[in-house]
């Protein structure tokens, strides 16, 4: 079994892959205060009710891969690999990790390892050109070009961001539930957030995409559009340009990075 870790702003996203199948997945919140012996705790809590694995931290998991774009959380994951899993090979993507996907942008080092691993699954699930589109505290754009190659992208503020800002900034406003209106044109307050946030979300994508899809192809038809993260089943109905939904798209990556490298450990 590999598990896999992707460790986000907001949430962390834990994956138990059998092979090429991910067969059992976990969403907990990301927190930065936690240390390696808690992060043990939990993660023997959830992998513990998994009829696969044994009752003892690391039974049954024969190796591990982590993305993080929380550094602190990337330092204690790392003394959670080597106390607790120190005969399980781990891969850490960082720099030196081999990706297979170049990465062509002023500063390599400055792109958040979450979306070249991204990248490294779109080109394996679909090739390229393609544009991934990942819902998180941040929505971000990546784009990858014929050959594979991770080419830029684009950083807008995510969903849960905007709401709370609304709900700050606004005077006569508040924190809502993020959920889809009776229709586009809203009776109450409520709705009325509820319209700006998912249609005008919609509309940046598909905005965002068709200019992202003109300078990447001759053909924009050709690029491939993939949805990931956990607010995008909230824009999939409305959008226009997105072709494929790959919830567990990083997931896929974090494997797809481990078999490149756990045989040159």
Known sequence: MLLTIDVGNTHTVLGLFDGDDIVEHWRI?????RTADELAVLLQG????????????????????????VPSVLHELREVTRRYYGDVPAVLVEPGVKTGVPILTDNPKEVGADRIINAVAAVELYGGPAIVVDFGTATTFDAVSARGE?????????IEISVEALGVRGAQLRKI???????VIGKNTVEAMQSGI???????????VSRMARELAEDPDDVTVIATG???PMVLGESSVIDEHEPWLTLVG????????????
């Open 29 to 33: 919140s990301t927190d930065a205060r």
């Open 46 to 69: 959830l992998m513990g009710m998994h009829p696969l694995l044994g009752d003892e931290l690391g039974d049954g998991i024969d190796g591990i891969a982590i993305c993080a774009t």
């Open 150 to 158: 991770y080419i830029g992208g684009v950083i807008a503020p995510g």
């Open 177 to 183: 539930e993020v959920a889809r209106p009776r229709s």
């Open 198 to 208: 998912i249609y005008g979300f919609a509309g940046q994508v598909d905005g965002v």
């Open 230 to 232: 956990g607010l995008a």
């Open 254 to 265: 974090l494997r797809l990075v481990y078999e490149r490298n756990v045989a040159r450990m």
